[in-house]
């Protein structure tokens, strides 16, 4: 079993059409819908797979076949301790919680697995300990 990380394109006249419905029933996937956005240029979808490469392989062709496009997420957003101030700047930038402070030591720690990659915490922290790598 395999889970990867993808943003998928989708232009505004594929918005109203079931492709992600299909794509999750055709080829038995398990979707994580990390961010959904829409607005007059089209959609935009963060989502992780979790299936056997054979299926999210042909998931994706799928999606491509339907002209939705797909940006693989090969990089991960590290958090360097040693630099970490425990300041707290990143808890209330990221959208999805990815920080959570300890009541008793006020150390902030970093959930790997929730983030997706938006990089809004690389910006706001100040001593530059969260950074984005392979
Ligand atoms: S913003 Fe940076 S220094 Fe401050 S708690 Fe978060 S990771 Fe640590
Ligand atoms: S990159 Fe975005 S989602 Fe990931 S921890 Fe930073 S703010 Fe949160």
Redo the contacts with the bound molecule.
């Keep these: 079993m395999s889970s990867n990380r993808y943003l998928l394109f989708f232009s505004p006249d594929l918005i109203n059409e079931p492709i992600t419905y299909r794509m999750v029933k055709d080829f038995d996937l398990m979707i994580n819908i990390l961010r959904a956005e829409i607005d007059d240029t089209g959609g935009r979808l963060m989502i992780s797979f979790q299936g056997s490469p054979q299926q999210i392989k042909s998931a994706l062709k799928y999606l491509t076949d339907n002209k939705v496009e797909i940006k693989e997420l090969n990089e991960y ?1 590290h958090k360097d301790a040693d630099r970490c101030t425990d300041c707290g700047m ?1 808890v209330s ?4 919680g ?2 959570v402070i300890d009541k008793e030591t006020w150390k902030v720690g ?1 959930i790997n697995d ?9 910006d706001a922290c100040p001593p530059g300990a ?1 950074k984005l790598g392979q």
């Design positions: 957003v990143c930038v990221c959208p999805v990815a920080f970093f929730k983030c997706i990659a938006c990089g809004m915490c690389i969260m």
